[in-house]
């Protein structure tokens, strides 16, 4: 099959493989093909962080200072999620 892009088209699935996330045109355009009909299937789903977002969260938070946690650190959060889930 042969597709034809606009040239907007294109030069979006230009720019997704300089980023490297993606190996050829193909890989770009069956990743937002699949994640359209997914996000059809089930609309009462708000769309997860893809891939990339979740890479580069991870890749922001391994790269900040870190501290040890201090005495009753994790109950005062455990009490604060709890309080926010109550209160939604």
């Known amino acids: ?8 088209t294109e030069e979006i699935v230009k720019a997704q493989l ?4 993606y190996a050829t045109p193909d890989d770009v355009v069956n990743r937002l093909i699949e994640e359209q009909i997914s996000a059809e ?11 990339t977002d979740i890479k580069s969260s991870l ?10 946690y201090q005495k009753g650190e994790f109950v005062e ?4 999620v709890i309080a926010e889930d ?3």
């Open 59 to 68: 890749l922001a938070a391994v790269g900040k200072p870190t501290r040890p």
């Open 18 to 21: 300089k980023t490297g996330r």
């Open 77 to 80: 959060l455990a009490r604060r």
């Open 1 to 8: 099959m042969t597709v034809t892009l606009s040239k907007r």
């Open 86 to 88: 109550r209160s939604a």
């Open 41 to 51: 299937v089930s609309p009462e789903l708000p769309p997860g962080p893809s891939e």
